[in-house]
């Protein structure tokens, strides 16, 4: 087996010294463009692999970062919106040596455990989604002082970093879609209270039926799920048997909503329009397929994680809302 090259071999074919061919390895600054190129072109040349481990704790690092959700539902990562989270996630970090830790963190042993990794600096960094407003990992986050990106902005909060979508627009222009059909007596299916997603998307469906002169006709409140979904459903035709169109704040909840009204015996679009939000996989499988505000999941992941990577470095950045834009398909 080939023996791999030490640092000072690498350092000797670039003409440079030890120390200065570690801070090119290590990404310092203040090296010279001419020290840095020709250490780079040493390691190419050679086939040098820095040891992680030695880079770490050079660094004070541990080369962890993590990704906690505030749910303590085992299955919740098997949910195809967190599944596309997680490949973008992953998809970036890929590029690097670092790895990842997934954290359900909502109650119990996994608060725990998760808490006491944060308070021991057992990670370089920390992105959070599914926050409440009065989560108390924010206050452990903060007093942890590492580098924290949320997904998705937690309800009357202002983090400094943070990556979302466009929730507000996103749910407006399925409303005004709706309206424009001629539906006028439309419910929502709102997603979980307390978070941001829920209660935006719910805001997005009020400001767009107002401004077309309607009176939001009626709510139910969900937890993003399919089954959610469909006991909303059950619920608003109980209490609106003459809605003609349902915005549902997610797909899943847009699919067990479709379910409801085919068992009701009600045709969708021809009595009921359905629009959804995410554009998961299950609003083409649905029937009809489901139209849909289609967000980018698996750039949510990716934009977090690249966010996190340039603090982790000391870059700062600001936080980034990403577009969502209508799917025609055959519900609406």
């Known amino acids: 087996m080939r023996r791999q090259p030490t640092l000072d071999e690498v ?16 990404q310092a600054p203040h090296v010279s463009r001419t020290t840095r190129e020709a250490v780079e072109r040493a390691v190419k ?32 990562f098997a949910d ?26 909502s109650a119990g042993r996994g608060r725990t455990r998760l808490t006491n990794l944060l308070r021991t600096r057992g990670v370089d960094g920390i992105m959070l989604m599914a926050m409440g407003e009065n989560d108390p990992l924010h206050t452990v986050v903060r007093e942890a002082g590492l580098p924290a990106v949320y997904g998705g902005r937690p309800p009357r909060m202002e983090p400094r970093w943070y990556v979302d979508s ?7 222009a399925a409303t005004e879609h709706l309206i424009g059909l001629g539906r006028t007596r439309i419910v929502t299916i709102m997603g979980q209270p307390g978070t941001e997603a829920g ?22 409140e969900g937890d993003f799920t399919e089954t959610a979904g469909a006991a909303a459903m059950r619920t608003l035709l109980e209490r609106h048997p003459d809605l003609d169109a349902v915005f549902a704040a997610s797909d899943n909840m847009a699919a067990g909503a479709l379910r ?17 939000f995410d554009d998961l996989g299950i609003a083409r499988r649905t029937g009809p397929p489901l139209t849909t505000v289609h967000q980018s999941i698996q750039a949510l992941g990716k934009e977090m994680t690249r966010m996190l990577l340039d603090l982790i470095a000391g870059r700062d950045r ?12 055959g519900s609406a």
């Open 80 to 105: 195809p919106f967190y599944a596309q989270v997680i490949v973008g996630v992953s998809a970036v970090l890929e590029e690097t040596d670092l790895h990842l830790l997934l954290s359900l963190a």
């Open 318 to 329: 600001t936080p980034l809302i990403l577009p969502t834009r209508l799917v025609h398909r």
């Open 166 to 172: 466009d929730n507000l627009g996103g749910a407006r």
């Open 199 to 220: 209660e935006t998307r719910h805001r997005g469906y009020r400001e767009a039926m107002i401004m077309a002169g309607l009176t939001p006709y009626g709510m139910a």
């Open 260 to 276: 409801v009204l085919s068992e009701a015996g009600r045709s969708v679009p021809g009595d009921v329009a359905v629009v959804g």
């Open 11 to 26: 350092a000797a074919r670039a003409g440079v010294s030890r120390s200065a061919a570690s801070r090119v390895i290590n």
């Open 45 to 76: 040349e050679m086939g040098y692999l820095p040891n992680r481990t030695a880079r770490a704790l050079a660094k004070q690092q541990t080369g962890i970062v993590a990704l906690a959700v505030s749910h303590d539902d085992p299955e919740l």
